[in-house]
């Protein structure tokens, strides 16, 4: 057990940030949703167990699901023009590659819940399966069958590239390092 | 037995990512060579796997700018003027001192680095395209540090389109250009010499090789080590998959079968 440093949470806002897309299916929600979460943890002195990313992985689905409870209880309303989402005004960006991303993110919004978390606590924040089972309450067998069927939704939905083939059965991935890729810049 | 025994599905899903344990990969991957729906069941878990650990989406500036505010420490009160006076001086010395050190361990200012590289896999060409080697179709009639250029045609679509050779801070960088049959095209530069720095994104480890992920921009890149030698992948509005499974295609014929005979020796 030791004390959380806010000073070291900044290096998983990007891993945050994406984990948060893909649990709301919008960018715009998702800032907020960051935000709101660190204000949520550095609001008092925390005491954490384990992985700083397991735990701020708990706070966000935390505070996810207290948005949703919130919304649920405000009226609703029919959409407007300021509902519609504007192109990645970043002009930095390629549009193909943010709309790659978005793309790749709000399929995986899509993800029945559980299938969701499983993926998102893995493969886009970078938890180990055990850190992603204690984050999110359930048994890491659990979590591995969901996240198989998590993984083999968005990889048929996605179609490949034509031309080349796929690789052979012998190859395996290792992610050994769950930072974000960099610029070259 | 355990329960992921009676689930193949779990199993797969690790070794998809590089987490299943040694002693269970050579039993499953001798399944999945027997087994056309195994094999398809783990390419379909390794493709999303790349696809979802290639994002490399930043947080806006703007969200960055209000949770550093939220976590950073309060600013630090300025020193007297007097103080100042007597510590700028030293910290310049110690500054410029450290930048000494740094460019002399990491070989100079004009040493490559894999941007570097990959700058250069973007480049024009300035050669012809190198011939198929009359001996051995798999590769061309070009090589950099010992390492032979692939042809990649025919099981890949990609031919070979021109050539350029560049000697960056000493070192000799290679580059064979590729086009696709849809007018796409992408680079391969070998540097001679010790692994190059600046390789930073995600990585993945195919056939017992880490391959580094990285962009700018639009252009992506994949960069690897080989018997010594940096190799860099890159091209413009091509896929992490695509360029992954190029790579990758160089390492399978020597990786793979030695890994899965030392796995099924030790299995056995």
């Not at chain 2, 009160?77 to 001192?97: D, Q």
Request: contains cysteine.
């Amino acid at each position: 057990m030791r004390r959380l440093d806010p000073t070291s949470l900044g290096q998983h806002l990007d891993a945050l940030y994406r984990a948060a897309w893909a649990l709301c299916g919008s960018r715009e929600d998702a800032e907020d949703l960051v935000q709101e979460t660190f204000a949520r943890v550095l609001a008092r002195p925390r005491v954490i167990r384990g992985d700083e990313r397991g735990y701020l992985m708990r706070a966000l689905r935390n505070t996810f699901y207290s948005r949703l409870r919130t919304a649920s209880r405000r009226p609703q309303t029919g959409a407007t023009l300021d509902d519609v989402q504007p192109a990645d005004p970043r002009s930095t960006r390629q549009p193909e590659q943010a709309m790659e991303v978005g793309e790749i993110l709000e399929a995986v919004a899509q993800l029945p819940e559980d299938f969701r978390l499983a993926l998102v606590a893995i493969d886009i924040l970078g938890l180990s399966y055990s850190e992603a089972a204690k984050a999110l309450d359930a048994r890491e067998a659990t979590i591995t069958t969901r996240l198989y069927r998590a993984r083999q939704r968005i990889a048929r939905q996605f179609a490949d590239e034509p031309g080349p083939s796929s690789p052979t059965a012998s190859g395996s991935d290792t992610r050994e390092g769950s930072g974000p890729e960099r610029s070259l810049a | 037995m355990t329960e992921e025994r009676k689930h193949p599905e779990g199993e797969l899903t690790r070794l998809a990512d590089g987490t299943l344990p040694a002693d269970r990969r050579a039993d499953l991957l001798a399944q999945i060579q027997e087994s056309a729906d195994l094999t398809a069941a783990l390419a379909e878990q390794e493709r999303a796997v790349t696809m979802l650990r290639a994002l490399d989406e930043p947080a806006p500036a703007a969200l960055r700018a209000r949770v550093n505010e939220l976590t950073g420490p309060p600013a630090p009160r300025r020193a007297p003027r007097w103080r100042r006076a007597f510590v700028l001086p030293g910290a310049t010395a110690i500054a410029a001192a450290i930048a000494v050190v740094v460019i002399l361990v990491s070989g100079g200012a004009g040493a490559p680095t894999v941007p570097t590289a990959a700058r250069l896999a973007l480049a024009s060409a300035t050669l012809p395209a190198p011939a198929v080697d009359a001996n051995d179709s798999d590769n061309l009639m070009l090589t950099a540090a010992g390492i032979p250029f692939p042809t990649w045609g025919a099981q890949k679509g990609w031919t070979a389109s021109g050539a350029r050779t560049d000697t960056v801070g000493g070192r000799k960088v290679t580059t064979v250009f590729y086009t696709s049959p849809s007018g796409k095209r992408i680079g391969y530069a070998i540097t001679d010499g010790g692994p190059l720095s600046g390789a930073r994104g995600s990585n993945v480890t195919r056939y017992g090789v880490r391959f580094t992920l990285q962009h700018s921009g639009p252009a992506r890149l994949i960069s690897w080590v080989r018997s010594g030698h940096t190799c860099v992948i890159a091209g413009r509005s091509v896929s992490y998959a695509s360029l992954l499974r190029l790579a990758t295609e160089d390492e399978r014929q020597e990786g793979a079968t030695a890994q899965v005979a030392a796995e099924r020796a030790e299995y056995l």
